[in-house]
C-alpha cells in the first residue's frame, strides 16, 4: 500500500500537469472563450468518463496482479501521449486548424478524439488499481480511499507546483516531460510489486449478504451524481470570486484547483480511516455532503459583507493593485481560506460511498468504475451547467441559490428516508435549515456585484454578468456632460476609466495617423472603450473591435445609454463600427479580410493567458492578416514583448516614452513632426477631446528618440511563445523594464 500510494500520488500530479498544458493548447485551437473552454472540458472528462467504464469492464476479469500489470501500462501509455501531445494538440490542432474548424460540435470532436487515448487510460487507472489491492472487504473501503486519497493528494500538489514553479520555469513542453517522468515512475513502481503479487494466492471470493446493505449501486451513483455535480459548481464560484478580489493572474487558477484538490484529498485521507468503525455510513455522507455547502456558502457571503470594510478593503478590493508582494499573499490566504474547509468536508464523502457499495470482491472494479463514472458526470455536468448556463442566466449569486437549493433537496431526501429516526436527526436537521436559509436569505446578483465593487449609495453605476465574466462601471464623480468620471472594471480589476486614459487614446489613434490611407482597422480588445474610440478617428474608416469578455460591451453600451451625447454613445451609434464579442486570436485566425491596421488593446503581461495576445505565433498570424503597408499597434509593457515583437516584424518602431510598438513588412514613414502635426490637426484635437478634455499633449508620447528595427538591424530570438509565455508567469521570470532595450547595446 506504501509503494503504490506513492505511484498513484505520482499518477495525480502528472494527471493536472498534462491538464493544465492541454487545455491551454486546446484552448488555442477552441478559442478562449467559455463556451469554447467547456467544450474542452467535457471532452477531456468525457474521455475519462470512458476510461472508468472500460477500467470496471476489464478489472474484474482480471487476477490481483494482471490488474496491477495493466496499471502500469495505463500509466506508461499516458507517458507515451504525454511526449507527443505538443506536436498533435498543438502543432496540428491549434495551428494547423486554425481558422478552419468552427462549428461547437466539430470542435468537441476534435478535442475528444485529440484527449482520448490518454484519458481513457488516466480513467481505467483506478478500478485496476482497486482490483490489486482488494484483499477482504472489511479493509477495502479504507484501501480504495486511501489510494484515491494519494491520488488526489498529487493532483493538488500538481496544481500548486505545476502552476507556481514548472510551467513558469519549464514551460508547457518542459512541464508535459516531467509529467511523462512522473508516469513512468509509478508504472515503474506498480511494476515492483507485480512478482510478489504474481506468486500470491488469490484472496477467496467474499461478499456481504443483502440485508448489510446501505442501498443499491444505482442510489449512490445518482448521490455521487449530485455530488459532484455541487463541488464543480462550488469551483466555478470560486474561480470567479477569487479572481475578482485576488485578480486574474496566471497563478490565480492553479491555486484554487490546487487548494480544492489537496484539502479533498485529505478529506478523503481522514474519512478512509474512519470508515472501518461506521455500521451506517449513510448518515455520516449527508453531513460531510450538506455541511460543506453550508459551509462554503458562509465563507462567500463573509467575503462579500467585508469587501467594503477595513481590512480587505485596504487589502483586497477593486480600487487595489493585487498582483505583488502583501496583496497578493493576502489573495493566496483567502483562497486557502475560503476553498479548503467546504473540499476537505465534500472530500470525505469518496469512502464513505465506497464502504456502501463494495459489498462484493468479485465486484470491485464495476462499483469503483460505476461511481467514478457518476462523480465524473456530475463534475461534467456541475461544469457545463455552471459555466454556460447558470452563470449566463442567475448570476453567480443565482447560481449559490440554485446550490442551496440542491442542496436541501439532497439533506431532506435523507430526512424523509430515515424518518423513523428523525429524533436521532439533529446535526441533519440543523444542516437542512442552515441550507434553507441560504436559499432565503442571499444577496440578489445586484447587490452581490454592487457591494463587491465598492459602490456608494448615489453613485452612476452600469454592471452585467455572463459565463464570460464580469464588468463594472462606477462613476466616481459627475465630470463632463457625457462623460462621466470613474474606473471601468472587467474581472474585478481596473481596466481603464472615463475619461479615456491618454495612452487608450493614443494606441487607438496613432495608427490610422501614421498610414497613409487607413481604412479597414481592426481592434481586439474593446476596454473602457477609449481604444476603440480613438481608432474610429478618421471618417473614411470602418472599425471592427472584438471583446472577449461580454459584459463589457453591455456595460458600455448602458453606460452610453446613462450619458447620451457622449463618446460611448457616438462610438455605438456610428455605423462605421461594429462591436463585437468573442476571441481576438480566432477571429483574426477566421478572417478573410486584410487590415490596413490591427491594434490591441493595452493588456497586463501579468493577466492571466496574456501570453495569447503577446507570443510569437499569435504576432506571425497578425503579420499575415495585414494588408501591403498595414501596421499593428500594441503595447509594449516589457522588454521581452518589444523583443518578441521586432523578432517577428522586419520593420519596428518602439515610440518612448509611451512604449508603444508599431509593426509593419513595408518601411514605416515616421516623423515625430509630421505625427504631432496630425495631433494637432482640429478634427483630431476634437475627437479625442470628446474622450478626454483634459489631456492634449499626445507628442508627449513620442518625444524621445525612437527605436527602430529595420531588416538589416540584429535581433535577440522570441522570447515570449505559446509554449513559453515568460511574462504572464512573473513570479518565475524577472519582468524586464521595455526601456532596458534603450539602454542595451545594438
Not at 479504507?142 to 498529487?154: A, F, K, M, P, S
Not at 515610440?655 to 515625430?672: E, Y
Request: include cysteine; aromatic fraction near 10%.
Amino acid at each position: 500500500m506504501g509503494r503504490l500510494s506513492v505511484a498513484f500520488f505520482a499518477s495525480g500530479f502528472a494527471a493536472l500537469l498534462c491538464q493544465i498544458v492541454w487545455q491551454r493548447m486546446l484552448g488555442i485551437f477552441a478559442g478562449s472563450d467559455t463556451v469554447s473552454a467547456a467544450l474542452v472540458v467535457g471532452a477531456f472528462l468525457s474521455g475519462l468518463g470512458i476510461g472508468s467504464l472500460v477500467g470496471a469492464k476489464l478489472a474484474d476479469r482480471m487476477a490481483p496482479h494482471r490488474a496491477l500489470l495493466g496499471f502500469a501500462i495505463a500509466e506508461a501509455g499516458v507517458a507515451g501521449f504525454a511526449l507527443v501531445s505538443k506536436w498533435f494538440l498543438y502543432d496540428t490542432l491549434a495551428i494547423g486548424l486554425a481558422g478552419v474548424i468552427d462549428a461547437p460540435a466539430a470542435i468537441f470532436a476534435l478535442c475528444f478524439l485529440g484527449l482520448l487515448a490518454p484519458t481513457v487510460l488516466m480513467g481505467a487507472s483506478l478500478p485496476l488499481l482497486a482490483r490489486a489491492v482488494a484483499v477482504s472487504l472489511d479493509s477495502l473501503a479504507e484501501r480504495i480511499g486511501t489510494l484515491y486519497g494519494w491520488n488526489t493528494v498529487g493532483a493538488g500538489m500538481g496544481a500548486l507546483i505545476g502552476g507556481w514553479l514548472l510551467v513558469g520555469n519549464l514551460g508547457f513542453v518542459g512541464a508535459l516531460w516531467a509529467a511523462a517522468g512522473l508516469n513512468l515512475v509509478a508504472a515503474a513502481l506498480a511494476l515492483s510489486l507485480w512478482p510478489a503479487l504474481r506468486a500470491s494466492a488469490p484472496p477467496a471470493p467474499a461478499s456481504l449478504p443483502p440485508e448489510t446493505g446501505f442501498g443499491g449501486l444505482p442510489m449512490w451513483c445518482l448521490l455521487v451524481f449530485l455530488s459532484g455535480y455541487v463541488i464543480v459548481a462550488l469551483e466555478i464560484v470560486w474561480v470567479r470570486m477569487m479572481g475578482q478580489v485576488g485578480q486574474f493572474h496566471a497563478y490565480l487558477f492553479p491555486t484554487v484547483l490546487g487548494v480544492f484538490l489537496l484539502a479533498d484529498g485529505l478529506g478523503i485521507a481522514v474519512a478512509s480511516r474512519m470508515v472501518r468503525r461506521l455500521t451506517d455510513p449513510r448518515p455520516a455522507f449527508f453531513i460531510t455532503q450538506s455541511a460543506g455547502f453550508v459551509v462554503a456558502s458562509g465563507l462567500l457571503a463573509l467575503v462579500w459583507f467585508a469587501a467594503p470594510l477595513w481590512p480587505m478593503k485596504e487589502m483586497l478590493s477593486v480600487d487595489v493593485y493585487r498582483l505583488h508582494g502583501s496583496h497578493l499573499a493576502a489573495g493566496i490566504l483567502l483562497i486557502v481560506a475560503v476553498v479548503g474547509p467546504p473540499s476537505f468536508l465534500i472530500g470525505m464523502t469518496f469512502p464513505l460511498v465506497q464502504r456502501a457499495v463494495q459489498r462484493d470482491l468479485a465486484s470491485v472494479g464495476a462499483a469503483v468504475g460505476w461511481v467514478q463514472v457518476a462523480n465524473i458526470a456530475g463534475n461534467a455536468a456541475g461544469s457545463i451547467a455552471t459555466g454556460l448556463v447558470t452563470l449566463h442566466v442567475l448570476g453567480t449569486a443565482g447560481t449559490m441559490v440554485l446550490l442551496a437549493g440542491l442542496s436541501l433537496l439532497l439533506v431532506l431526501g435523507w430526512l424523509w428516508s430515515a424518518r423513523a429516526t428523525l429524533g436521532q436527526r439533529r446535526p441533519e436537521i440543523g444542516l437542512a435549515v442552515a441550507c434553507a436559509a441560504a436559499l432565503l436569505l442571499w444577496p440578489s446578483n445586484d447587490g452581490w456585484w454592487r457591494r463587491l465593487h465598492l459602490e456608494r449609495a448615489g453613485q452612476a453605476t452600469a454592471w452585467a454578468e455572463d459565463r464570460s465574466g464580469i464588468a463594472f462601471f462606477r462613476a466616481d464623480a459627475a465630470g463632463t456632460p457625457g462623460l462621466p468620471d470613474g474606473p471601468f472594471f472587467i474581472q474585478g480589476f481596473g481596466q481603464g476609466r472615463t475619461p479615456f486614459l491618454p495612452l487608450h487614446q493614443f494606441l487607438g489613434a496613432v495608427g490610422p495617423l501614421l498610414h497613409p490611407d487607413a481604412r479597414n482597422v481592426l481592434a481586439i480588445g474593446v476596454g473602457s472603450g477609449g481604444t476603440p474610440w480613438a481608432a474610429s478617428i478618421l471618417p473614411q474608416s470602418r472599425l471592427r473591435a472584438i471583446e472577449l469578455v461580454g459584459p463589457v460591451l453591455a456595460t458600455l453600451e448602458e453606460t452610453a445609454r446613462q450619458n447620451p451625447g457622449g463618446p460611448l454613445a457616438r462610438l455605438f451609434a456610428d455605423p462605421r463600427v461594429t462591436l463585437e464579442y468573442g476571441d481576438g486570436r480566432r477571429a483574426l485566425a477566421k478572417a478573410t479580410t486584410r487590415f490596413d491596421i490591427i491594434q490591441a488593446d493595452a493588456l497586463l503581461p501579468e493577466a492571466s493567458h496574456s501570453g495569447l495576445l503577446y507570443s510569437q505565433e499569435f504576432l506571425e498570424l497578425v503579420r499575415s492578416r495585414l494588408a501591403p503597408g498595414g501596421l499593428y499597434v500594441q503595447w509594449a509593457p516589457t522588454g521581452r514583448t518589444a523583443e518578441t515583437f521586432a523578432s517577428v516584424f522586419p520593420h519596428t518602431l518602439l515610440l518612448l516614452p509611451g512604449r508603444v510598438l508599431v509593426g509593419s513588412d513595408s518601411p514605416i514613414a515616421f516623423d515625430p513632426a509630421v505625427l504631432a502635426a496630425r495631433f494637432r490637426e482640429a478634427a483630431i484635437v476634437t475627437h479625442l477631446r470628446a474622450g478626454n478634455p483634459g489631456f492634449a499633449d499626445y507628442a508627449s508620447f513620442f518625444a524621445e528618440p525612437v527605436l527602430a528595427w529595420t531588416p538589416q538591424t540584429p535581433r535577440s530570438p522570441a522570447s515570449l511563445t505559446d509554449m513559453f509565455p515568460r511574462d504572464e508567469f512573473y513570479l518565475n521570470n524577472a519582468v524586464r523594464e521595455t526601456t532596458a532595450l534603450v539602454r542595451a547595446p545594438r
